[in-house]
């Protein structure tokens, strides 16, 4: 089984204006669309990939350049995935800023009806993400994600994400020694191969 990580083209938030990271629901930049668009023919995703995606307007755009050219893509959309702090600070609740914020599922429901909701996730990490759990119930989180894809059966999974988010993932696959120069950036990826 493979996983590839994607982290999502560059957002209004990732640009140098005031209060950038405090901007509510942060989409796609024309230079971050024009990133995403490249990617496409690097995977070339097929109707049989699973696609698992930030509940945030620019992954869900991220997602949607990718398999623009799909009959019936397989996408879902999770918290589990949602943004992430790296590394999480001593009090992460002080630090946690808007753009952070995940999507309502009923907004993902009502704006995006080709995307499944995760069933399995637990209606507060709809409304609080996993920007600020704690290492250990992530990981709990982390696995169950993850056990989750397995039995889904797909080869490959495309996971679309956010820098701290990916790189707390490529931990929990025993990568050590990660800091933030390990970020992939604007419409990076990292393939897992399981």
Not at 36 to 63: G, H, K, Y
Not at 67 to 83: D, E, R
Not at 107 to 136: C, F, M, Q
Not at 187 to 192: F, K, T
Request: net charge neutral; charged share 25%.
């Amino acid at each position: 089984m493979e996983i590839v990580f994607i982290r999502h083209g560059q957002g209004v938030h990732n640009t140098d204006i005031p209060d950038r990271l405090n901007v509510a629901h942060p989409r796609l930049t024309d230079k971050g669309r024009a990133q995403v668009r490249r990617l496409v023919s690097v995977f070339a995703c097929t109707a049989d990939d699973l696609f698992v995606v930030s509940p945030t307007v620019r992954t869900i755009e991220t997602a949607d350049l990718l398999t623009a050219h799909l009959t019936a893509p397989h996408k879902m959309a999770s918290p589990l995935v949602g943004p992430r702090m790296f590394p999480l600070p001593d009090d992460p609740g002080r630090h946690a800023v808007r753009c952070d914020d995940v999507c309502p599922v009923s907004y993902v429901k009502r704006h995006h009806p080709d995307y499944i909701t995760h069933e399995g996730d637990d209606v507060r990490l709809w409304t609080d993400g996993i920007n600020t759990i704690s290492p250990a119930e992530f990981r709990r989180l982390g696995d169950r994600l993850i056990d989750w894809i397995r039995r889904q059966g797909a080869a490959r999974t495309f996971v679309v994400s956010h820098d701290g988010t990916i790189t707390h993932y490529r931990a929990l696959f025993k990568e050590t020694g990660l800091t933030r120069n390990d970020f992939l950036g604007e419409a990076g990826w990292h393939r897992v191969v399981l």
